[in-house]
């Protein structure tokens, strides 16, 4: 993604002469033109790995005036990392990224590579299955035909730009890598962009952009998504090349304060039931019967306001659906990830410059005819909905989101416009969930505010009656739990005791808890478990339970312990996946679960 202007900051030691005073504006032209005519004079660059022991570092950062650093760490190793200050006059933090710094004669060699090698780029990148490594043959090929005599130093920082603006995000594209942001916010002209991120929330950066490079930087998003923005169409909602959700304003006409854009980063490992119980969305009583009720074809909503965790707690919840069973999901911006072999996955598409519309009706009536054991749909806005509780009430277990802060809230909007479902069709719903983004102590937390049952319709009122089976305790952080018509259908339909079926229950907590423990999060040895689980529910606790003695054994020893059924992983690595939880779930409340290097402060290179 092309971006040529301010690449990095001149080093500020280039703007003083030897004597120490500034340098007039020909001096610092005459000596500019000295170092590119020395640079000029090689002719053969031996480009090696980089090593910072051997040429040293590629960044320069002396701290910010004002500040006091309380965090560091790497982004992009070893070209770019973030910086943390603690204003203490504001007791504000500020977001600050830093890369390599560029002298002036590396400056005007890098504009002359944009130039130069933008077309040869536009053909070749076509033909190449590394695109990074077609990058750096592309600047060493230019390189060498300017006769440049560079350093290894001079040749990374060259090669980091050249990639960051045209397969990159430009100037974001240190924030774009930074594993702990969700969000990022861009206003307007000249405006410092905001980042959400999941141990500092809402924080202002060190970036901004100017008009011409707002505008551009905008127009540039859109053609990457494949799509199309103008004055004329200034408004464009997306999906970027790397799944994140952007939604794109162009000029002044729509948002006076200019060009603006926010990006919802798409997390590349999804969020499975062990991160929701880690980061205390959910308790392992909640999960356990939500495993029980998806197990068993019960059709669940969640709801929430804006961040609160809808989607990425029922991408996690639907790992619990059998393996084998047929799903379908539905999303206008593709953000599920399941785990099954017999998933079809539906993108809605608006009209560019022919053809139709497919809306999410469009699709639903689709999945109706592909038959579907289980329906996902990513929001329900409109008249969608109507569909999705048609294909309720016709035996399909459907799961969707929708923005409501209540139960009350939820059941209203979709009984009046622009929903409009009838309410005879709502009580085929089964679960209603309701989650919320909310501040304890320790920060912002996610969790999960009410799990209600829809019983049906009152036949003296004709309200729709609702119960509850799991409510949050805000004041001590705890959930309290009561009777559940869910599980007494699901002990009918199996007939089971309810000895048998609170046994049951007990069973998925302590395969829960035992995941929990052990750290297992991964979603292919997580699904890959659940599926196991179906196939040899007694294997699976016969093994839990072996494991569970070894640990009580080798506690005192410090011994190996619980070597696991799932410690093989789904790909046979035995490694859990070495990941970030990066707040889609919620858990701004726990540092710990933060796994960034962090930068040594003596060697940034």
């Given at each position: 993604?092309?971006?040529?202007?301010d690449p990095?900051?001149t080093?500020r030691a280039?703007?003083?002469g030897d004597d120490?005073?500034?340098?007039?504006?020909?001096?610092?032209?005459r000596r500019?033109?000295?170092?590119?005519l020395?640079?000029?004079r090689?002719?053969e660059?031996d480009?090696?790995?980089y090593?910072?022991?051997?040429?040293g570092?590629?960044?320069e950062?002396d701290?910010?005036?004002g500040?006091?650093e309380v965090?560091?760490?790497?982004?992009n190793?070893?070209?770019?990392?973030?910086?943390?200050?603690h204003?203490?006059e504001?007791?504000?933090?500020?977001?600050h990224?830093?890369?390599?710094?560029?002298?002036?004669?590396?400056?005007?060699?890098?504009?002359t590579?944009f130039?130069?090698?933008?077309?040869?780029l536009?053909?070749?990148?076509?033909?190449?299955t590394d695109v990074e490594?077609?990058?750096?043959?592309?600047?060493?090929?230019?390189?060498?035909?300017?006769?440049?005599?560079?350093?290894m130093?001079t040749?990374?920082r060259?090669?980091?730009y050249?990639?960051r603006?045209?397969?990159?995000?430009?100037?974001?594209?240190?924030?774009?890598?930074?594993?702990?942001?969700?969000?990022?916010s861009?206003?307007?002209y000249?405006?410092p962009?905001?980042?959400?991120?999941d141990?500092y929330t809402?924080?202002?950066t060190?970036?901004?952009f100017?008009?011409?490079d707002?505008?551009?930087?905008?127009?540039?998003?859109?053609?990457?998504?494949g799509?199309?923005?103008?004055?004329?169409?200034?408004?464009?909602?997306?999906?970027l090349?790397?799944?994140?959700?952007?939604?794109l304003?162009?000029?002044?006409?729509v948002t006076?304060?200019?060009?603006?854009?926010?990006v919802r980063?798409?997390?590349?490992?999804?969020f499975?039931p062990?991160?929701?119980?880690e980061?205390?969305?959910?308790?392992?009583?909640?999960?356990?019967y939500?495993?029980?009720?998806i197990e068993?074809?019960?059709?669940?909503v969640?709801?929430?306001?804006t961040?609160?965790?809808?989607?990425t707690?029922?991408?996690?919840?639907s790992?619990?659906i059998?393996?084998r069973a047929?799903?379908l999901?539905?999303?206008?911006?593709?953000e599920?990830?399941?785990?099954h072999d017999?998933w079809?996955?539906?993108?809605?598409?608006?009209?560019?410059?022919?053809g139709?519309?497919?809306?999410?009706?469009?699709?639903?009536?689709?999945?109706?005819?592909?038959?579907?054991e289980?329906?996902?749909?990513?929001?329900?806005r409109g008249?969608?909905?109507m569909t999705?509780?048609?294909?309720?009430n016709t035996?399909?277990?459907t799961y969707?989101?929708m923005?409501?802060?209540?139960?009350?809230?939820a059941i209203?909007?979709l009984?009046?416009e622009?929903?409009?479902?009838p309410?005879p069709?709502?009580?085929?719903?089964?679960i209603?969930?309701?989650?919320?983004?909310?501040?304890?102590?320790?920060?912002?937390?996610?969790r999960?505010?009410v799990?209600?049952?829809?019983?049906?319709i009152d036949?003296?009122?004709?309200?729709?009656?609702?119960?509850?089976?799991?409510t949050w305790?805000?004041?001590?952080?705890?959930?309290?739990?009561?009777?559940s018509?869910?599980?007494?259908?699901?002990r009918?339909?199996?007939g089971?005791?309810?000895?048998?079926?609170?046994?049951e229950?007990?069973?998925?907590?302590r395969?829960l808890?035992y995941?929990?423990?052990?750290?297992i999060?991964?979603?292919?040895r997580f699904?890959a478990?659940?599926n196991?689980?179906?196939?040899?529910?007694?294997?699976?606790?016969?093994?839990i339970?072996d494991?569970?003695?070894?640990?009580?054994t080798?506690?005192?020893g410090g011994?190996?312990v619980?070597?696991?059924?799932?410690?093989?992983?789904?790909?046979g690595?035995?490694?859990?996946?070495?990941?970030?939880?990066?707040?889609?779930?919620?858990?701004?409340e726990?540092r710990?679960?933060?796994?960034?290097?962090?930068?040594?402060?003596?060697?940034?290179?």
């Amino acid at each position: 993604m092309e971006d040529q202007t301010d690449p990095a900051a001149t080093d500020r030691a280039d703007s003083d002469g030897d004597d120490g005073r500034p340098e007039s504006t020909l001096e610092t032209a005459r000596r500019t033109v000295r170092r590119v005519l020395e640079t000029l004079r090689g002719s053969e660059i031996d480009v090696s790995n980089y090593d910072p022991t051997v040429h040293g570092p590629l960044l320069e950062f002396d701290g910010i005036d004002g500040l006091e650093e309380v965090d560091r760490y790497w982004v992009n190793a070893p070209f770019s990392f973030v910086t943390i200050g603690h204003d203490p006059e504001t007791n504000q933090y500020r977001y600050h990224t830093v890369e390599p710094t560029l002298r002036e004669d590396e400056r005007v060699l890098l504009e002359t590579l944009f130039e130069d090698i933008r077309d040869p780029l536009l053909y070749r990148e076509d033909e190449a299955t590394d695109v990074e490594s077609l990058l750096r043959e592309t600047v060493h090929e230019y390189l060498e035909r300017y006769g440049a005599d560079v350093e290894m130093t001079t040749f990374y920082r060259l090669f980091y730009y050249v990639h960051r603006n045209f397969r990159g995000y430009g100037r974001l594209d240190p924030i774009v890598h930074d594993p702990h942001v969700e969000d990022i916010s861009c206003d307007g002209y000249e405006l410092p962009i905001f980042v959400y991120h999941d141990e500092y929330t809402d924080i202002e950066t060190n970036v901004s952009f100017a008009k011409d490079d707002l505008d551009g930087f905008v127009v540039r998003l859109a053609q990457h998504s494949g799509r199309h923005i103008s004055i004329g169409d200034p408004m464009v909602e997306t999906t970027l090349p790397d799944g994140s959700r952007a939604e794109l304003a162009l000029g002044e006409e729509v948002t006076p304060r200019g060009s603006a854009f926010t990006v919802r980063k798409y997390a590349d490992e999804p969020f499975t039931p062990v991160d929701l119980l880690e980061y205390g969305t959910f308790s392992v009583e909640q999960m356990a019967y939500l495993w029980l009720a998806i197990e068993h074809n019960k059709s669940l909503v969640f709801a929430g306001g804006t961040a609160s965790g809808k989607t990425t707690s029922m991408n996690a919840i639907s790992m619990f659906i059998p393996p084998r069973a047929k799903v379908l999901t539905i999303e206008d911006t593709r953000e599920l990830q399941l785990y099954h072999d017999n998933w079809l996955s539906s993108v809605t598409r608006e009209r560019i410059h022919e053809g139709t519309d497919v809306t999410m009706y469009d699709l639903l009536r689709s999945a109706l005819r592909h038959r579907p054991e289980y329906i996902v749909v990513g929001e329900v806005r409109g008249e969608e909905a109507m569909t999705l509780f048609q294909a309720m009430n016709t035996g399909h277990t459907t799961y969707s989101t929708m923005h409501a802060d209540s139960v009350q809230t939820a059941i209203n909007r979709l009984e009046n416009e622009p929903i409009n479902v009838p309410r005879p069709m709502v009580q085929s719903l089964d679960i209603l969930s309701v989650q919320t983004l909310t501040r304890l102590e320790d920060g912002r937390v996610r969790r999960n505010k009410v799990l209600a049952e829809i019983e049906g319709i009152d036949q003296r009122t004709g309200e729709l009656d609702y119960s509850t089976a799991f409510t949050w305790d805000g004041n001590t952080d705890s959930f309290r739990s009561s009777g559940s018509q869910v599980l007494e259908a699901v002990r009918d339909d199996r007939g089971w005791s309810q000895a048998e079926l609170l046994a049951e229950l007990e069973n998925r907590e302590r395969v829960l808890e035992y995941l929990q423990a052990n750290g297992i999060s991964d979603y292919r040895r997580f699904t890959a478990l659940v599926n196991e689980y179906y196939a040899d529910s007694a294997g699976i606790l016969e093994t839990i339970a072996d494991a569970s003695d070894d640990d009580a054994t080798d506690s005192d020893g410090g011994g190996d312990v619980g070597v696991s059924f799932a410690e093989s992983g789904a790909d046979g690595t035995g490694n859990d996946a070495n990941r970030t939880k990066d707040g889609a779930g919620g858990g701004d409340e726990r540092r710990n679960g933060r796994e960034h290097t962090h930068v040594d402060g003596s060697d940034h290179g």
